[in-house]
């Protein structure tokens, strides 16, 4: 199936309009907007302690198992949905269901109280659900689009372009912080973080309008379901699909290998900021909040590059040998964070070291994906919902474990060590795979 540039190029758009969420929600302000809050009385250091349906947490151990909590959802409802999509070939319509879902869901992240933590962690909630929901439909469109031999770097265009994008509108919520911020003192000023958490929604639902405009909208209907049908029959795709993978090598060991690294890269990305709060020696709590943001930025331009060089040596000595180097390389960083990073100039080495692979391996991954899958398959949905199905339990382990280690050892860096296994893993899964794949 032949589509036209624009039509390949709104897809490619859809990155640039959800890549905020990844970006100033679950990476750089509301982490940090989360943990001050809840840490913090007018100004004063009051404990990182909370309660949460009468039981007290870390605040950070809270925001970790919080998160797993959204993807255990995610896992399980997109199965449901993504079954659905195939059945009545009407991806579009659940695109925008899960991008509406999740932009309106960062608006109401405006009214977030510390006072009133279980509410306020619903639009958290179901903002991520939004994210990953509606992640599953439009990788799904990645093989349908186009040619396996183009597929690496429109993935890669797709990802630097969602870099660029989120982090334009980082810089701007970064000036408002940083020289329009409110003074709760004074009274002058006229920004409020929260703002940043209104402009993500507004960004995200503005963006998309662009690919649901221009993405193919089929819509035929092959049968009638009744109510328990509808119900069951994403299930049984998704069922169907893993018996079907379990005859295709190379498919089955590329994603026991992709569950384990992506499991240390996500984790990664969810707490990377959380991390660096409370174990890097900041000089000041407002040079910590603006370091970090701006390191943050400082990943996201280097993800661009990162994204590009990886698709450009992907073509020279083939996908799986370059994931490999990047597996080996994460496997350095993380062990090197452990055991050396407790200083800012450190710690923005590390970020930018964070930054060239998470690009890098985030589009890679995904292009090898949509390369292995057989040829003229019509359930494509249904493959890229078990891709992210095994993504989000693998994200699941991730973050618990990072929160479990941290809640039980009193501290985030020795929860760093999961994630050199996590990668290590990998690595050892992935590494028979060369023999197997020569695209």
């Not at 007290?56 to 797993?68: I, P, Q, R």
């Amino acid at each position: 199936m032949s589509f036209s540039k624009k039509v390949i190029n709104a897809w490619i758009f859809y990155d640039l309009a959800n890549s905020v969420f990844p970006l100033i929600i679950t990476s750089a302000i509301f982490p940090n907007f989360y943990d001050y809050v809840t840490s913090h009385t007018n100004g004063t250091f009051t404990g990182d302690k909370v309660l949460f349906f009468g039981a007290e947490f870390v605040n950070t151990d809270l925001y970790t198992f919080l998160y797993a909590l959204a993807l255990s959802i995610v896992v399980i409802i997109t199965p449901i949905l993504s079954g659905i999509a195939d059945y009545f070939e009407n991806k579009i319509l659940f695109l925008k269901l899960f991008c509406y879902l999740g932009s309106i869901s960062c608006v109401c992240l405006y009214f977030f109280n510390a006072q009133h933590l279980e509410l306020s962690f619903i639009p958290f909630i179901t903002a991520t659900i939004g994210f990953w929901g509606s992640l599953a439909f439009y990788n799904s469109y990645l093989p349908q689009l186009v040619p396996t031999y183009y597929q690496d770097k429109v993935s890669a265009k797709g990802f630097a372009l969602g870099y660029i994008g989120s982090s334009i509108l980082l810089i701007i919520c970064l000036v408002g912080i940083l020289f329009f911020k409110l003074n709760k003192q004074t009274g002058a000023g006229f920004f409020k973080i929260e703002y940043c958490f209104l402009m993500v929604g507004l960004w995200w639902i503005g963006f998309a309008q662009y690919t649901f405009k221009h993405l193919p909208k089929t819509l035929k209907q092959t049968s009638v379901l009744n109510k328990r049908q509808i119900i069951t029959s994403g299930f049984n795709e998704l069922k169907k699909v893993f018996f079907q993978i379990r005859i295709q090598k190379p498919i089955k060991q590329f994603l026991r290998a992709y569950f384990f690294f992506n499991m240390g890269l996500q984790t990664i990305m969810v707490v990377a900021v959380l991390f660096a709060r409370k174990e890097i020696m900041w000089p000041s709590e407002q040079a910590k909040t603006n370091s970090l943001i701006i390191s943050i930025l400082l990943i996201q331009f280097v993800a661009v590059l990162g994204a590009y060089l990886f698709s450009f040596l992907a073509q020279k000595i083939n996908n799986i040998n370059m994931l490999i180097i990047a597996v080996i390389c994460w496997v350095i960083m993380c062990f090197g964070t452990f055991k050396y990073v407790y200083y800012p100039s450190q710690f923005y080495i590390v970020a930018v070291i964070v930054g060239l692979l998470m690009g890098g391996t985030q589009a890679l991954a995904r292009s090898t994906y949509s390369k292995l899958l057989p040829n003229k398959l019509s359930q494509t949905t249904a493959y890229f919902s078990f891709y992210d199905v095994i993504e989000k339990i693998g994200m699941i382990i991730g973050t618990l474990s990072f929160g479990f280690i941290s809640y039980t050892f009193g501290g985030m860096r020795n929860s760093i060590l999961v994630m050199v296994v996590f990668f290590a893993l990998g690595l050892i899964l992935l590494i028979p795979l060369r023999k197997k794949y020569n695209q």
